[in-house]
């Protein structure tokens, strides 16, 4: 179950996070190490087997891009001004690495709350400028076996699979077996 108060967001309904989106009142920036406590308790929070915080640090040092999806919501007079600090909340990030004329994706999370209302759509829509601007010919990306709903949102943004790595996951909290990765692509010379 997931608590909202750990992932900082408990004054902001869902219902409001859509407004917002269909609004534009969300901005894709880069990740600063700030963000961090934020980015922590929703990879803890959506991930089967989630990321240490170390492992963020290091893709913020290395050549990764580190993106994430902000609250917006300056002067909205749908929020009662008394609540403090609505502005800047994470709710969704992505971590992409570019290799020669690849791109690879390393992390793609939206908050749980906040699932199903097209979060997911906005961070892919940010991968692929990444990859136009680096002029990537190809994305990759690993997904676990079961992750349905991962796997569909990329279908809809034209990836296929190529392969599968077995067993290349271990067991989730959840799960006690190790569980295949099945690996897509976007192959921008085929669209
Ligand atoms: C995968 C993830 C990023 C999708 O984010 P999201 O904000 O829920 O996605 P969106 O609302 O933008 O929906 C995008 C697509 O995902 C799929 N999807 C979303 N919710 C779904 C559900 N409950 N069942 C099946 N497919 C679903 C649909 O294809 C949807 O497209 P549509 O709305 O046009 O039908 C999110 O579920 C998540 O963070 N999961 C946990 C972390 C994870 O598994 N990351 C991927 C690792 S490879």
Same mark, same amino acid.
């Given at each position: 179950m997931v608590d909202s108060r750990q992932l900082g967001l408990m004054s902001i309904s869902p219902e409001l996070v859509v407004a917002q989106a269909k609004d534009g009142g969300l901005i894709a920036r880069d990740m600063s190490s700030d963000d961090l406590a934020q &980015?922590? #308790?929703?990879?803890?929070?959506?991930?089967?087997?989630?990321?240490g915080r170390l492992s963020f640090e290091e893709s913020l040092t290395k050549s990764h891009f580190c993106r994430v999806l902000e609250f917006f919501v300056e002067n909205d007079q749908r929020l009662d001004s008394r609540e403090p600090?609505?502005?800047?909340? &994470?709710? #969704?990030?992505?971590?992409v690495c570019p290799i020669l004329d690849e791109l690879h994706i390393l992390n793609v999370v939206a908050a749980p709350q906040y699932q199903g209302i097209g979060l997911g759509h906005r961070l892919m829509h940010d991968i692929l400028e990444i990859a136009k601007r680096h002029q990537?010919?190809?994305i990759f990306l690993e997904v676990r076996a079961s992750n349905e709903k991962a796997q569909s949102l990329y279908l809809k943004w034209q990836f296929k699979q190529i392969g599968l790595r077995k067993e290349y996951y271990r067991p989730s909290a959840s799960g006690s077996e190790r569980e295949d990765a099945l690996i897509f692509m976007r192959d921008f010379d085929q669209v």
């Open positions: &980015v922590m #308790a929703i990879e803890n929070n959506a991930q089967a087997s989630p990321w600090g609505l502005d800047g909340h &994470v709710v #969704a990030y992505h971590v990537s010919q190809r």
